[in-house]
């Protein structure tokens, strides 16, 4: 094959503007040219600055037939990468139009390049055959014409269009009759009559060339054989049939039907029909003709897409001797239908997406296109589902898949979209593209508590280090973003005793950042603290970080930690005179032989510095034992006699009271008391005395007594508190089965946990106690060391899910406690005698009423 270099490297520049509306740029390139030659300078021509090409990463998407050209990186310029053949790209069809698609970065464009490979002159002509057999009646009259079947040209153009010479004949010359630019019949003219005897055989050499520069030829020996007799060929009716067929015909199907008449009469009257050849060349075999009738059918498949304009040489051949032919051509129009689906080709994709990406942003490259033609091959495109993506068409066949609506990660982390697309068939084919986008988090959610406050019951004494509680929040957010950590803001201690002062919540409490656990950093004590309140935090890992807060509010609950406490007794006086005087390690006090039963002696005062039922007292003498001439109250301390006294109980009495709480286990404390018989006279000197002393410098404390008169007004209060209680009592306990029988009627009911609540009630003579679901009640009593009381409702769930108990374990220091009732509380309570307020019982969900001023009340609500 002989190339002009010359030629081939005349790269020419056919079109480089640039267009806004369209934005493509078009080269031309030679086919053969060497690897490395330089189609165009794309990064200029598309507008680029010097050294942008490779920053830009400017890049050709590759589509099958246009990977022999490559961007240079750092130049920016369209070179060949491997070998052009226009013919193995092309065919026949001119121009030879590679569409290549230049995608640019930062930020993302797509730019279309058209480039057209120019045909050389690289390929000859050549005949079917080297050789055809010809044989000629001698009695064939000059002008008899013979077809010869022509020279193909793999080239186009100028290149491909043929001339043929025959080698000099006195015998034959050649006509060649043009049917159009690149198809010629070629036919054999007797031009002086034969003579068999002469010459038998002629042997000529048909030669072919191309109109390229230089041009290049093909040859076909002649061998034509003189025959003798049957003198008149087959002859068609028309020189030419034309046909149109649609491409989805089956195997079969009928062409066209030639027709041929022979004026001889006989054996060579009778002919056959054959297919000599078709153009192109081996698509023979595409159809098959009945020798006798002359039907032409098909074989084989026909595609618009490949082939279409099929062009067959048909021969009548008679039987005589020599024999003797006509021809005919049939030109077959191919006619297009409906039978190539669509196809669509991401060609780039820019994932994943960030949730704040803004509407309008790309994501993805999209080309599409269709091998029919017409408008089986005009394609519409839509996306699927609508929302929150669309297509934005570019150019012919290419789309951009832009973003239409805002992305919340949360809601929706990853889209399955799928690109439609339908052409204009009847019926339309259709094709999809799944492209999968997912959706990368920013951090646009902070954390969130699930309540605002969580209440803790923790009791006292704890040890340092112990699990108080366990706060979570939840972020939304993914990775970093959804990463909580947890830390302790300042908050106040209620309750705290006025030597405490103000501490910081961080020296009681401390939070552990990745769990959320809050642990005890030293013991508490009730009687230093009472309640803390704090914030917890929880600030994510983002960039920037959000937070969100959260209060937690520790109630101390008291333990029986503390012993009783004895005060200074009081002096008494009784019947015949009496006095008690407190002697350091002892209390002395007198009484009178002769005293009735019932003679208040002395009073025993102990104060407990726990509350509730801690610091509820009660008095017991522990010797003598038996029956002695003296007792003390159960709860009142009071020592009376127990009988009337006699000179046998001898002049002196000792005492061992022992002073006990309620708590578990119990404390105690222990009083000695020795009670000195005297006469009457003595006595009251004694009494005189120690109330002279008493008036001169020491008042006694929370309601001393003195003389009989006091005695005597203190007996008639006991009988009243003893009414009072019974009747608090009575009526309590009517309130209480009314109330429980309305609450375990079937009614729905929210628990969250399964102790029940406890209410203390505590007056200066004791306290009582009962056990209620769904019950508050707050029990006031007069004095001023009764009015600090505390009332709340726990309320703190383990966080949502299925492993709640393992997340949130319930903490060893927390106190059973039920979403309905409250835990109540009280400071410290002094064993002492006073009347009780009558307590008012306020039906479940009703406002707190108060009985009296400075009286005392109960709050109820269910």
């Known amino acids: 094959m002989v190339v002009s270099w010359g030629l081939v490297l005349r790269v020419a520049l056919v079109q480089a503007a640039w267009s806004a509306g369209v934005g493509q740029v078009r080269y031309s390139v030679p086919e053969e040219a060497k690897a490395g030659t330089v189609v ?16 830009r990463r400017l890049r050709l998407v ?40 230049v995608l640019v970065e930062r930020p993302l464009r797509v730019f279309h390049v058209e480039l057209e490979v120019t045909d050389i002159n690289d390929n000859a002509p050549f005949f079917p055959a080297a050789r055809k057999n010809l044989s000629v009646s001698e009695n064939s009259p000059p002008g008899s014409r013979f077809p010869l079947e022509g020279a193909s040209d793999a080239d186009v153009g100028a290149n491909a269009q043929l001339s043929y010479t025959l080698s000099p004949s006195e015998h034959f010359t050649l006509d060649v009759k043009s049917s159009d630019e690149i198809r010629k019949s070629l036919f054999l003219i007797l031009a002086k009559p034969l003579d068999r005897e002469t010459v038998p055989v002629h042997r000529l050499v048909l030669t072919a060339s191309d109109g390229g520069r230089p041009s290049l030829t093909g040859t076909m020996e002649l061998v034509i054989s003189v025959l003798d007799a049957n003198d008149n060929a087959p002859q068609f009716n028309q020189s030419v049939y034309k046909v149109q067929l649609l491409e989805s015909a089956a195997e079969g199907t009928l062409v066209v039907r030639v027709n041929a008449t022979d004026a001889d009469q006989g054996l060579n009257r009778e002919f056959s029909y054959s297919i000599v050849s078709s153009v192109p060349v081996g698509n023979r075999d595409l159809f098959t003709i009945d020798s006798k009738t002359g039907e032409i059918r098909l074989t084989g498949v026909l595609d618009f897409e490949d082939v279409r304009l099929h062009e067959l040489q048909i021969e009548a051949t008679d039987k005589g001797t020599p024999p003797l032919s006509g021809h005919c051509s049939v030109e077959l129009e191919v006619l297009d239908v409906n039978d190539n689906a669509p196809e669509v080709w991401v060609t ?14 790309v994501v993805a490259l999209l080309s599409v296109s269709d091998r029919d033609s017409g408008a089986n091959g005009r394609v519409r495109c839509a996306v699927w589902p609508s929302s929150p993506f669309g297509l934005v068409s570019r150019f012919a066949g290419s789309y951009s898949l832009v973003l239409r609506e805002a992305l919340d990660r949360e809601r ?58 366990r706060v979570w929040a939840r972020d939304p957010d993914e990775a970093g973003n959804g990463r909580v950590s947890y830390s302790l803001w300042e908050g106040g201690v209620g309750g705290a005793s006025p030597s405490v002062g103000r501490r910081a919540a961080s020296s009681y409490v401390s939070v552990d950042a990745e769990s959320g656990r ?40 008291d333990e029986n930690d503390n012993a009783p406490a004895l005060l200074p007794s009081s002096v008494g006086g009784g019947w015949g005179g ?5 002697v350091p390690g002892s209390l002395w006090a007198w009484a009178s032989w002769g005293a009735p039963a019932g003679q208040v002696v002395a009073k025993i005062r102990a104060v407990d510095a726990d509350s509730g039922y801690n610091a509820w007292l009660r008095y017991e003498v522990w010797e003598p034992r038996g029956k002695g001439p003296f007792r003390v109250g159960l709860y009142s301390g009071e020592v009376t006699t127990a009988r009337a006294l006699e000179e046998a109980d001898g002049p002196r009495q000792r005492l ?19 009670v000195s018989l005297v006469e009457g006279g003595e006595s009251s000197s004694s009494s005189s005395g120690s109330s002279s002393s008493s008036s001169s410098g020491v008042r006694p404390s929370w309601g001393a007594e003195v003389g009989a008169a006091s005695a005597s007004g203190a007996s ?37 946990g399964p102790g029940p609540a406890t209410l203390v009630c505590a007056s200066e003579v004791g306290s009582w106690s009962y056990s209620q679901r769904q019950s508050r009640s707050l029990c006031v009593a007069e004095g001023a060391g009764k009015s600090d009381l505390m009332v709340f409702s726990p309320n703190f769930p383990p966080p949502p899910g299925p492993a709640a108990k393992e997340t949130q374990p319930e903490p060893p220091a927390l106190l059973d406690t039920v979403s309905g009732p409250p835990f109540i509380a009280s400071r410290p309570l002094l064993a002492h005698v006073s009347l009780v307020s009558l307590v008012s019982l306020v039906s479940p969900g009703s406002r707190a009423e108060w009985a009296g001023p400075a009286v005392g009340g109960c709050l109820s609500g269910a």
């Open 656 to 674: 061992v009271i022992v002073v006990r709480d309620h708590g578990e286990p119990s404390r105690s404390a222990t009083a000695t008391l020795s």
């Open 518 to 557: 809050v642990w005890a950093v030293q013991p508490l004590d009730y009687e230093e603290v009472q309640v803390l309140q704090f914030e917890v935090r929880a600030v994510d890992a983002g960039d920037p970080p959000l937070c969100g807060n959260a209060t937690v509010q520790v109630f101390v609950v």
């Open 348 to 361: 780039s994709l820019s994932v994943p997406v960030s949730e704040d990406a803004p509407p309008g942003t």
């Open 40 to 55: 165009g300078r794309l990064a200029q021509d598309l507008g680029l600055e010097a050294g942008d090409a490779e920053w």
């Open 412 to 469: 929706v982390w990853e889209y399955e979209v799928e690109v439609r697309a339908e052409d204009g068939g009847s019926p339309p084919l259709r094709a999809t593209r799944g492209v999968r986008v997912p959706v990368s988090d920013v951090n646009d959610n902070a954390p969130s508590f699930l309540q605002a406050v969580y209440t803790v019951l923790a009791r006292e004494n704890n040890a340092a280090g112990a699990e108080l509680a």
């Open 716 to 752: 008639a209060t006991n009988v009243w508190l003893v009414v009072a209680i019974c009747a608090v009592s009575s009526l309590f306990l009517l309130a209480l089965v009314l109330y429980g029988a309305s609450r375990w009627a079937p009614r729905a009911a929210v628990l969250s």
């Open 62 to 101: 590759s589509q099958g037939r246009g990977s022999s050209v490559e961007v240079s990186g750092a130049s920016g310029a369209l070179v060949v990468s491997s070998r052009l053949d226009r013919e193995e790209l092309c065919g026949k069809s001119a121009p030879c139009a590679l569409r290549l698609e």
């Open 578 to 582: 009496s006095s008690v005087e407190a």
